[in-house]
């Protein structure tokens, strides 16, 4: 199945309970703060269904359409049709969803190629896997995570500290129907929208954390469940000609809290196993295929920045002076090498047991870390291209309505290249994605969105083959022939 985008907002008027402040919103498809946003994941919907669409985006099952991010890759084609399936979402939204529909189902999708491992830990788990696996695709599913302890809550032992009062959500009670769960975890990023939520560890907990390590699924709506959203960039947004990005692609990002939420068996797949509760993304494709999409994403929204970049130098009429183009060259070189990295990654795809094959570990690795070390240096880079032209603007758009302003403006505010109106649309596109509130969020998420800089750094170490590298180098010093050592001389003589 493949919902429309009316089905979609029509399935987010479920009651849900999002604290904004004091707020309680229970319709985020009307409300100010949430509207505008809500309606470009329709989009989505719509977009992915559409005829010139819907092949790419879809595949065939039975006689059944399902989105192509719940595609179980079996060779290097279907990797490079789960590929573009990511890349016409990011393309869609400008890269400035990272949690879009597409995220959090492809982990899901890796997981449920290995239901067997969860068996280990309860009979049945590995069923109710493949089971939520189905039921996501069948029913065209959004799906949110939250996969982290709050901060100051985290595994003692890494932190050398003692935690008096755990807030992190734990299991408080198993009956004959399900789990309960009470406390809090993070970081809900598009939680607002989603229809559902997946609740999971990527980080280590200690082993006598066992309360916290629970994997399960549940509809955002739960009775006992709510989510508190940080600050919203959409409502305070003037216009979409003043923010025409935060003004309908701010995701959101909360906390989701349970007080006596239940959970039924059949949606729980791992319990009391802190070790497995965070390797399972690991010993599946799980981690890598969600990855694939946001290095996807990533390289799309760096098509969109270089755009900017060139864009800006065209209408300054800086194009041809040395030192822009060697800017933008570099800018340039940094796009190929990505694109690059995520080309090889299906190219140098491996294969597992099951019959399944996934994305070149380690180059997908090498892109996550570009990608997160990168961005700040590439946003100040074009920012520094945009000069003072931001703040040259006037304050909001109001002026335009008004005939004598508009002529003022149209005669004193054109430049070189380009008209008033031309380096006013340019001037708000550029800044509302670079430089306001909504950019500063997105200077922080690329950051951190799949962990710390040092996590990667691991990744990548872990993943090189160490022996192999080493080989030629013991080659090489095997074959210095040195000379046996002297005899000692005879003492006696």
């Given at each position: ?120 830990n309860r009979k049945g788990f590995g069923d109710n896997l493949r089971g939520y696996y189905n039921h996501m695709r069948a029913h065209d599913l959004y799906s949110s995570y939250v996969v982290l302890a709050p901060q100051g809550t985290r595994n ?178 940094s796009e190929a090498g990505l694109r690059a990295m995520i080309s090889g990654s299906i190219e140098d795809s491996e294969r597992i047991p099951e019959g399944f094959e996934h994305v070149n570990r380690r180059e997908l690795y090498a892109a996550l870390y570009w990608c997160t070390g990168n961005y ?118």
């Amino acid at each position: 199945m493949l919902r429309t985008g009316a089905e979609y907002l029509e399935s987010l008027r479920d009651g849900r309970r999002v604290y904004l402040g004091a707020e309680l919103i229970t319709d985020v498809t009307s409300h100010p703060a949430f509207r505008n946003s809500a309606r470009s994941f329709a989009d989505l919907y719509d977009h992915k269904r559409a005829a010139e669409n819907i092949e790419a985006m879809s595949f065939e099952e039975n006689g059944v359409r399902y989105p192509i991010w719940f595609l179980q890759p079996k060779n290097k084609d279907d990797l490079r049709r789960r590929s573009e399936g990511h890349r016409r979402i990011a393309r869609w939204s400008y890269g400035l969803l990272g949690r879009s529909p597409d995220h959090v189902a492809s982990f899901i999708t890796g997981l449920a190629m290995r239901p067997d491992l969860f068996e280990t830990n309860r009979k049945g788990f590995g069923d109710n896997l493949r089971g939520y696996y189905n039921h996501m695709r069948a029913h065209d599913l959004y799906s949110s995570y939250v996969v982290l302890a709050p901060q100051g809550t985290r595994n003692p032992e890494l932190y050398n500290r003692d935690i008096k009062k755990v807030p992190a959500l734990q299991v408080t009670k198993e009956t004959d129907s399900g789990i309960v769960l009470n406390g809090m975890k993070m970081l809900g990023t598009g939680a607002v929208f989603s229809d559902v939520t997946w609740v999971g560890n990527l980080l280590p907990l200690a082993p006598d954390q066992k309360s916290q390590a629970v994997t399960c699924a549940l509809p955002m709506s739960s009775p006992g469940l709510s989510i508190w959203a940080r600050k919203s960039f959409e409502r305070p947004a003037v216009s979409r000609i003043d923010n025409p990005f935060s003004s309908r692609f701010d995701e959101s990002d909360a906390v989701v809290v349970f007080e006596n939420v239940h959970v039924p068996w059949e949606r729980v797949f791992l319990l009391d196993d802190p070790i497995f509760s965070r390797e399972m993304y690991f010993r599946t494709p799980s981690h890598i295929m969600g990855n694939h999409q946001s290095v996807v994403r990533f390289h799309e929204k760096l098509r969109f920045i270089l755009g900017l970049a060139h864009t800006a130098a065209e209408l300054n009429d800086v194009l041809q002076v040395p030192a822009v183009r060697e800017v933008l060259g570099k800018l340039a070189a940094s796009e190929a090498g990505l694109r690059a990295m995520i080309s090889g990654s299906i190219e140098d795809s491996e294969r597992i047991p099951e019959g399944f094959e996934h994305v070149n570990r380690r180059e997908l690795y090498a892109a996550l870390y570009w990608c997160t070390g990168n961005y700040h240096l590439i946003a100040e880079t074009v920012r520094e291209l945009l000069g003072a032209g931001p703040f040259q603007m006037p304050a909001d758009s109001s002026f335009l309505a008004d005939g004598a302003l508009r002529a003022t403006f149209d005669a004193y505010w054109a430049g070189p290249k380009g008209t008033a109106e031309d380096r006013h649309r340019f001037m708000k596109v550029a800044w509302d994605y670079l430089g306001s509130e909504l950019a500063g969020r997105h200077g922080q998420y690329e950051k951190f969105y799949a962990g710390p800089q040092f996590v990667h750094a691991f990744y990548n170490f872990g993943n090189c083959p160490w022996d192999d590298l080493k080989g030629p180098v013991e080659t090489v010093m095997n074959e210095l022939a040195y000379p046996d050592a002297a005899a000692p001389a005879n003492a006696a003589e």
